[in-house]
Every structure is written in structure tokens, then in C-alpha cells.
């Protein structure tokens, strides 16, 4: 081969080369279409202050999201910590005051990465809440305000098989919440009985569906229960009561009867197989409770767990603010 050939061979090569790599230089910065939604709000979801859609773009991080959305950010420790959002900073409270934050989750889980780490997929929601650090010290590892996440995104890319956990006689309920899931795009759905080895060791995130009454005889229910101040939920059954939780762990509110309760915990931060409790004082409760998650599940909307009235329809989110 001539030289002159050799050397036109040559730069044909580098030139290929140099488009393969364009090209895929390109692809990374390239809008793959889809969104990322983006909730702020403050005193546990209570007041919503902003909310959009963010375009969805590859290797697109929580960091770049709120960025992205237009939000105000304030950042420290060299930028991987938000410290403040649209005018609400850190605050260490001082001596006598509280000590408050923002906390972040993506689908209906708490993070248990920095905002530079988590790497998301269109589709998925990110939640930050501005509140005191003392409801957080204690846990709300997973929240229920953004149904149907986690069982359609999962967390971290990581997706599992949702299970459906009934008593017999709550069956068709579990169907009808199936089907409902089946709506909103979540197609591995397995309805099981209640085995008490599924709720220590789940599989995958885990509604589990029945009257306190029936609930209460599950060892690892009890357990949880009684562990009601550190276990993020805000509520603890009583014998005959519903006591609704302040977010300092104390009981602000006390029901009687007609309550039903949509209530999640994980173990720890990032649990991407999280339990879900739909329960109630009686039956009345139960099925106000199972009938809002079916047929009005915007309703639950940003809140960490929910208490539905019977009858009064009435909605509240917990934790109570205490005032």
C-alpha cells in the first residue's frame, strides 16, 4: 500500500472514531424524553410550596432535578448537602428552639443517599419536606403520599414483585386493590395469605390488608405497635382506641371507633421492599380506609400516613402538628 493510501486509511479510521464517540457523547446529553416529578412542601407535607415536572435527560441525579426545576437552592459541605429551598434554610435551633431540616424521598422512600448519588428514571417522584429533626430521629422510613410508588418505580432501579397480604375474608379486597394497581401500570402482583415469615423477611414492598383485630394476632404487628414512637407510622392501637401522634411522639388525638389507617415503615432508610398497613378500629374504618386507596388515592396525597372517618369521609395526615 502506497503511503498516501495508508495515511487517507488512517484518517478514515480516526474519523470513524471520533463520530462513534460524537455520537455517544451526544446520546449522553440527550433529552430521552418522559418526567420527573418534583414535590416541596414543609411540616410533614402539610403545605405544599412548590411542585413540577422536570424533563426527564440520562444519568439525570436528585441534584440536577431541583436545579433543573427552577427551585431556589442553597447548598453546603461543597455543594452535595441542600441547605436551604426557596427562602427555608437549615436551622440548628439555637439552644431553646428546634433543630429543622430538609428530607428527602424518592417514590415513597427515604433516601439513604446524597442528592449527587441517586441517579433517577422518568417516571419517578422526588419529595423533599422541610420539618423538625425530632419525628425524623425517630424514623418515617417510607410514607404513603405518593401511591402508586413504590410499587411501580421501586427505588434505585431496583423493581420487585408487589404482595398483596389478606385474610381470607378480605380477599375481594385484595383483588379490587390489585386491580387498581394493574391501572396505574403495576403488572408483578401476587395476593398471598398471611404468613408471618412474609412480613419479617418480604420479598418485595407488601401491603397487608385486615381489621386491627385480626392484625393484632401477628406477632411481628404487635411488635410493631408497640414500638409506635420510633416507628414513623404516628398512630398506636390500643385494646378498644386509635391514638394519633404528634410529630414529637405524643398522643395528640384519640378515636373511638369508624377509623381506618394507611400507614407504611421500612427497615431503614432506602428499603425498597417497604410494609404497607390498611387497617381499621372495626369494619367500618377498615373499608373507609381500603375504599379510599381504590377509589380516591389522590386524596392521600403528600402525607406520611393517613387516618380516613368513616361516614364524615374525613381525611387526616399524620403526624398531627401538635398546636
Known sequence: MKLKEKILVIFIIIGLFLFVF???????????GGKIQLIISKDFGKETIFKKKVDYKNNITVMDVLF???ADIKTSYGGSFISGINGLLSDSGGVTGE????????????????????????????????????MAMGGATAVVGFFPEPFLHGYMGKKYKTYLMSFPEEKDMA?????????????????????????KERK?????LGEWEKLKKIDFVKEINSNYKKNGTSLHFTDNTLELLDYKGNV??????????????????????PLWIISGIDSEGFSA????????????????????????????SLPLLGE
Open 252 to 273: 395528640a388525638k384519640v378515636i373511638q371507633e369508624k377509623a381506618g389507617i394507611i400507614a407504611a415503615l421500612g427497615e431503614g432508610s432506602g428499603d425498597v421492599c
Open 99 to 134: 433543630r429543622k431540616d430538609w428530607f428527602y424521598y424518592v417514590n415513597g422512600i427515604f433516601a439513604d443517599v446524597g442528592v449527587l448519588d441517586y441517579f433517577l428514571e422518568p417516571g419517578e417522584v422526588v419529595w423533599w419536606d422541610y420539618h423538625p429533626w425530632k
Open 204 to 208: 418485595g414492598p407488601t401491603i397487608f
Open 68 to 70: 433543573d426545576s427552577g
Open 175 to 199: 383483588q379490587n386493590l390489585k386491580e387498581k394497581l394493574n391501572t396505574f401500570g403495576v403488572k408483578e402482583i401476587e395476593i398471598v395469605d398471611v404468613k408471618e415469615d412474609l412480613l
Open 22 to 32: 460524537g455520537c455517544e457523547v451526544n446520546k449522553n446529553e440527550e433529552n430521552t
Open 289 to 316: 380506609a381500603v375504599n379510599v386507596l381504590i377509589n380516591n388515592p389522590e386524596k392521600i396525597s403528600v402525607m406520611y400516613s393517613a387516618v380516613v372517618s368513616s361516614g364524615s369521609n374525613k381525611i387526616m
